[in-house]
């Protein structure tokens, strides 16, 4: 079974520029989770899909992130305009459902770094 | 907000040496999820707990959730250098509402040396 792919797997810009991030999950999973990973800290969630909607994006700047699940599988999380504190891993993940006994499947991550 | 508290962040022992590790909270979790991070990669889901007092045991590593449901604990028995990583615990929102949001804590660094 193919896991959780993501692309890039590494980028580099200068602040104020855009970037986005593309996650494909596992075929099934109607969950799909983006997060934040500082160094050094545990990852934050940002955006949270049941399906192509929305569940929880309490975390998320909206100022300058954003995200869409088209068609309930790929998704793209954009960041526009980046600002140095951006600079982490994001992570994708998915699960077959939402709920804290399901099991989530990560992607390797993008490192961004803002220079 | 719930923040999950893990000690120590950083370890450092010998091949063969015991470990815990502790993740504490003020908040209820519906569930509690230990993962492990090498470098370049994505968590991966070592076990999860779901009732008060619960032992799990997965080969060399032993996890026990709180009665309360507000802390666990990882325990190694004789670490080997494959055990080097990081490791994360995540709790699961007990509200109905919630669908389930996982809060992590911020890892520990276990450092095995040979």
């Known amino acids: 079974e193919a896991g959780v792919a993501q692309s890039p797997r590494y980028k580099i810009i200068e602040k104020r520029q855009s970037v986005a991030f593309w996650c494909n999950p596992i075929s099934g999973h109607a969950t799909l989770y983006w997060y934040q990973q500082i160094l050094g800290q545990g990852p934050k969630l940002l955006i949270q899909?049941?399906?192509?909607?929305?569940?929880?994006d309490s975390q998320l700047p909206k100022d300058r992130f954003s995200a869409e699940r088209l068609k309930g599988v790929d998704s793209t999380l954009k960041i526009q305009p980046a600002k140095l504190e951006d600079s982490a891993v994001y992570l994708c993940a998915s699960s077959q459902g939402a709920g804290g006994y399901n099991e989530q499947f990560f992607g390797p991550g993008t490192r961004l770094t803002v220079l | 907000t719930q923040l999950l508290e893990q000690s120590p962040q950083f370890l450092s022992i010998q091949e063969g040496e015991n470990l815990t590790v502790y993740c504490n909270s003020s908040?209820?979790?519906?569930?509690l999820q230990w993962y492990r991070q090498e470098p370049g990669e994505g968590p991966v889901l070592l076990v999860t707990v779901v009732t008060g007092g619960e032992v799990k045991k997965l080969k060399r590593l032993t996890f026990q959730f709180g009665d309360a449901r507000k802390d666990s604990s990882l325990h190694i028995t004789a670490a080997q250098p494959g055990d080097t990583g990081l490791y994360l615990c995540?709790?699961?929102?007990?509200?109905?509402?919630?669908?389930?949001?996982?809060?992590f804590g911020q890892g520990t660094i276990l450092t095995v040396h040979p």
């Open positions: 995540a709790g699961a929102d007990a509200g109905g509402t919630s669908y389930g949001k996982l809060t």
């Open positions: 908040s209820v979790f519906s569930s």
């Open positions: 899909f049941q399906n192509n909607g929305v569940v929880d």
